[in-house]
């Protein structure tokens, strides 16, 4: 017997796929940034700081959550009741699809403070996915709409 998912859950999944991007990075350039010169500046790190990257939601787990919560109330019930357990499971389903995707779309990173050759202070959030430490050696590099700090 061949193992199928539901119609329903099928298309919350390649939803949920088709979601996925590259994680913004310090180390991570999509094809658009490639072959574009950037000026790189050099300094000192001053000061890092954790924060969180928020990224706004897409409704993704608002909408599956309320799928799967739907569907599996329905199932709770008879007659009217089963429609009434089935926006009960919708409602809570998709509140919890809501949190689920909130923190999964948050990320770890760096407020990163660094004092340029040229005397001025500069800070960069990115990702923390490479540590930094005051004292020591930087670059900046923009593009004059990004910038990055790197070793």
Known sequence: MKAT????????????????????????????????????????????????????????GTMGGAALGGLAGSQAGSGNGSAAMGIVGAIAGGLIGQRVEASANNRPGFEITVKLDSGELRAVTQAADELFRPGERVRLLSNGYNTRVTH
């Open 5 to 60: 998912l539901p119609f329903p859950l099928f298309l919350v999944a390649a939803l949920l796929a088709g979601c996925a991007t590259a994680p913004p990075s310090g180390s991570v350039y999509r094809s658009y940034q490639t072959q574009n010169e950037q000026v790189v500046r050099t300094g000192t790190v001053e000061s890092v700081r954790n924060v969180v990257i928020a990224n706004s939601e897409s409704g993704v």
